[in-house]
């Protein structure tokens, strides 16, 4: 591939090698992304391999000429800019004045006139002499200062001081930004004409980029993988039409931490790593430059079902699967390879499980084996034969409607699998069949003690989205979402009828396990915490429980009263919590009489303390709340 930007690059070159002044700047202009600061060191790099020597400074945020200096102070005398030998800022900056010979007593002055002499120092010749030397000056148009003022200032470095200097800029930005000011234009173009005597546009260079971006990440593994895909990367950047190199370079820094959630094992499957990558980078591209959002993948999947069925696709808006497919012909986005949840996370979040990606991976087409289930076939349809699908759908029928999946999330997934071959007239039954014949098994799942979603964590919109590492078919449809509605009125059913064995199970942990009661009871960030807005306590036998805490050692009553003592402090959850106070109130009769027992010894006096610090606060708490509520509803 040719270089895009070599006439640039020889340029440069020859007005690097200038002996005179040449009383003139270069100005380096492209959109943002597009390379120019990467070209620009890129030349450096050049110069200071032949003993060239140069002064750079982004002046991205920049708010005036000081910080500029500053810069310049540093790169020229590290070790004395250095904490360890700190100079005052008088000293500096008079160093700096003898050393480039510019004003630094910060006038403002477009003219850049010096005003002031260079200190008396005693200074060996290498710390003065900046002959020769080139100074860039990057992100023009993100600098904090006035631009006519900036320009001016630059002015009279090429001017005045005669040194060599590169302006780097996004000149469509610049005038942009300023388009308000009927003067600007003008103003530009003057100072401009004045300081400017060669432009150059840069072009991205991806084949040069690519090359460079390879070689600073870090890991062996990814390194490898992105050489043996350079022309792939090339063809997905390409077909972005974005041409920015700095989403690019994010890009494969990303998918290099990704890699790091990717078990080992899946580098065995051939073509499934290559396979990831097109589909991350898709998606990266796509995401940094605005057109969808990470959640907008959800609804990939469904999307292209819709779009093989919807006949009068030109009349409705387009969606973001049908912006981005349409891009990439050549990748096929209806299988993301790993559940969209993951996607989103990682986009989104920046967070990731490896656990999660592997259940995923184990999901696709590269691990299936004679022993991959049939419903996970099924859910693959669009790749199985007609002897291959026939076969599947009969396994996967039989076993559906003979109730002999146990697992929810499978009952979740052959369910939409079917609302969708209804749909296409590949199932003889009715979506609205599939429905009702869904709820019975739900009904018989519940029945069966397969349906308490406490021993879930997941979020409960998750739920809805996917389960086993891939997502559910039909999840939009009406007749999904009516199922999903009965599943959440059936298991909270479940949950509650299952709440008194719940209790018992507290009661246990009082002696065995105290934190881990702790832990279930507050909040907490654990996931064990699944009964904090819960009232569980109402479902536990308070008798029980008081005889338990009484017979608990001193440091596990200490742990027990202090999940009590931080149970009831956010009236959030006391609006829940409010069915617990009756129980409390016996739970602190209970221990008062227990406490007359041990009357003269120190347990008892161990239990009035626990009642008057932990028990009656909690229940004040609770009284306070509901005394509050009353309050509220009678005004």
Known sequence: MDAPNLHIEEFLKYYYSFEQEPGYAVLLKGKWGTGKTWFINQTLNSLAQQDGKYLYVSLYGVTSFEEIEDEFFKQLHPL??????????????????????????????????????????????????????????????????????????????????????????????????????????????????????????????????????????????????????????????????????????????????????????????????????????????????????????????????????????????????????????????????????????????????????????????????????????????????????????????????????????????????????????????????????????????????NLNSQTSNRPRFREYESWGGLGFHEKESDEFKELNKYIDRLSEQAVIEDYPTAGDELIHLISEDPKLFYRKVVLCNDSDNIYYEIPIFQYVDSEKFVEAFVNAIPDSRNTICYAFSERYKFDNFNASLLPELEWLRNVIRLLEEKRQLFEGKISGYQLQSYINTYFRPAAEALEQFEANKQSQSDS
């Not at 003219?111 to 200190?119: E, I, L, R, Y």
């Not at 971006?213 to 062996?220: A, G, N, Q, Y």
């Not at 589909?279 to 969808?292: A, D, R």
Request: aromatic share 10%.
């Open 80 to 449: 004395l800019s250095s904490k360890s030998m700190a100079l005052t800022g008088k000293i500096a900056k008079g160093l700096l004045k003898a050393t480039l010979k510019i004003d630094l007593d910060g006038d403002g002055k477009a003219d850049g006139s010096v005003s002031a002499q260079a200190p008396e120092l005693n200074l060996p010749d290498y710390l003065t002499n900046t002959s020769g030397f080139i100074i860039v000056f990057d992100d023009l148009e993100r600098a904090s200062i006035n631009l006519e003022s900036l320009l001016g200032y630059i002015n009279h470095y090429v001017e005045h001081q005669g040194y060599k200097v590169i302006i780097v800029a996004n000149e469509e930005e610049i005038l942009a930004h300023q388009e308000q000011r009927d003067d600007f234009k003008l103003a530009y173009r003057r100072i401009k004409e004045k300081l400017v005597g060669k432009t150059f546009e840069i072009n991205p260079d991806l084949s040069g980029a690519l090359v460079n971006f390879i070689s600073e990440v870090k890991s062996t593994s990814a390194q490898e993988l992105y050489n043996k895909n350079i022309n792939l990367i090339s063809e997905i950047y390409e077909s972005s039409q974005y041409q920015n190199l700095r989403h690019l370079k994010q890009a494969l820094w990303d998918f290099e931490r990704f890699l790091s959630f990717v078990s080992p094992d899946a580098s065995s499957k051939d073509g499934l790593l290559d396979h990831l990558l097109k589909i991350f980078l898709i998606l990266s591209f796509e995401i940094k430059s605005g057109s969808i959002l990470p959640k907008d993948i959800s609804n990939f999947k469904t999307a292209y079902f819709s779009g093989l069925l919807d006949r009068d696709s030109k009349k409705k808006e387009e969606t973001p699967y049908q912006r981005v497919s349409k891009k990439y012909k050549n990748v096929s986005l209806r299988d993301l390879l790993v559940e969209e949840s993951i996607w989103i996370d990682f986009f989104d979040r920046g967070c990731c499980s490896e656990e999660r990606v592997q259940e995923s991976l184990e999901k696709s087409e590269y691990y299936r084996t004679e022993n991959t289930p049939d419903w996970v076939r099924l859910w693959h349809s669009m790749d199985l034969s007609d002897d291959e699908f026939s076969t599947a759908l009969a396994s996967v029928e039989n076993d559906f409607f003979e109730m002999k999946y146990s697992e929810l999330g499978v009952v979740r997934h052959v369910a939409g699998i079917s609302l969708w071959l209804s749909k296409i007239g590949l199932m003889k039954k009715t979506m609205h069949e599939i429905l009702e014949f869904s709820c019975t098994y739900i009904d018989h799942l519940k029945e069966n003690g």
